[in-house]
């Protein structure tokens, strides 16, 4: 490795205008495992996360299926711990939002916002930890009572609408979680699930089924959200009969999935149909010399357990990656 890092060296380097032997994007579970890895192999290593530490992980209100935590964790917690681990171990870590990477020279560049690509941190390696953010509806109301009603994060917002009707679309992991954590808070949780059946796991299925504060509305999808200077209700309709009605809520929870942050990555780097970031089995993508590990890789189960993994495999790749081109 070109630079040896000590217990904070990366501490004394500046983020922009120093060349790193490796530049996270991410600072979410994938990340942040790398970069304490990193860290303790002593490369240079800059995390860059254009939100809170921990990503999604910070977001969910608690975690019961990664292992070591009996009880469970609260999401905050745990990305907490482990922004704190890689920091230990001389990860330097930044709250910054990337524009866009070069890929097409060594060391690999990297525009911040805000900035231009000369004043940017160079990389000899890339890992790419982007994650996904939550998918968008696109029905009329949506975009405009965002923020004022409208919301992707129950943990974030449910606290706004204690003892309120609300609604939560979808019925996967994040729904259900969600409506089960919005149950303790509101007075009455309206799950919207465009099936008959739920995707979520299990254990989830069951405690949401036997919440006397949790209703479905099965077999609908919503059309519509609907008020003034905030939310009022949704309109939903059924998927055969095409009958709507409305639901009065303050506030409307959107969980249908995500979408891979990979819209500012380059063409070398190939992605599948879904915008998730291909790569072989030792996460390297097309561009060699950049990694990816995580929910933005093509084929990710999309666990923090697993994101943890990948971001531990990454850095054996990344390792052996620069001690082969250095
Ligand atoms: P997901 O598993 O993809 O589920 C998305 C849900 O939204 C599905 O029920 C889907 O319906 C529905 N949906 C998708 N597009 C829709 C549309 N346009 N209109 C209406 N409904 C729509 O997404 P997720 O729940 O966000 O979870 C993402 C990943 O994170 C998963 O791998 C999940 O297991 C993981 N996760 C795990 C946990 C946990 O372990 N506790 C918690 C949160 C997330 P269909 O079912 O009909 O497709």
């Not at 930044?94 to 020279?105: L, M, N, P």
């Not at 560049?109 to 900035?115: I, P, Q, T, W």
């Amino acid at each position: 490795m070109t630079s040896s890092a000590g217990e904070s060296a990366a501490d004394s380097q500046e983020a922009s205008g120093t060349t790193w032997d490796l530049v996270i994007i991410g600072g979410g579970a994938a990340g942040l495992a790398c970069a304490i890895y990193a860290g303790r192999g002593r490369l240079s290593t800059l995390v860059l996360e254009k939100m809170l530490p921990g990503g999604q992980v910070a977001l969910s209100d608690v975690i019961e299926n990664y292992p070591g935590f009996a009880e469970g964790i609260s999401g905050m917690e745990l990305a907490q711990q482990m922004h704190e681990q890689a920091a230990r171990f001389g990860a330097k870590i930044e709250t910054a939002t990337v524009e866009a990477i070069d890929v097409s020279g060594r060391p690999f560049r990297v525009r911040l916002a805000g900035g231009d690509s000369d004043a940017g941190p160079r990389a000899r390696a890339l890992l790419l930890a982007t994650g996904c953010s939550p998918r968008r509806l696109g029905v009329p109301g949506e975009k405009e009572l965002y923020g004022r009603g409208v919301s992707y994060c129950a943990t974030c917002d449910g606290p706004l609408f204690g003892g309120k009707s609300v609604v939560v679309v979808g019925g996967g992991n994040t729904a259900i979680d969600e409506a089960l954590f919005l149950a303790g808070l509101a007075s009455k949780v309206t799950v919207v699930h465009r099936r008959d059946e739920l995707r979520a796991d299990p254990i989830l299925q069951e405690r949401a089924l036997a919440n006397s504060k949790i209703e479905f509305l099965w077999s609908h999808v919503l059309t519509e959200i609907v008020g003034e200077e905030s939310v009022r209700g949704a309109r939903a309709r059924h998927v055969s009969s095409g009958e709507e009605r409305e639901v009065p809520a303050s506030a409307v929870f959107i969980a249908i999935g995500e979408t891979p942050q990979t819209g500012f990555l380059p063409e070398e780097i190939e992605r599948d149909k879904g915008g998730y970031v291909v790569s072989d089995s030792d996460l390297q993508t097309s561009a060699p010399g950049v990694f990816v590990a995580g929910d933005a890789r093509s084929g990710a189960y999309r666990q923090i357990a697993a994101a943890v993994g990948e971001g531990v495999l990454a850095y054996r790749s990344i390792r052996r990656h620069l001690e082969e081109t250095s």
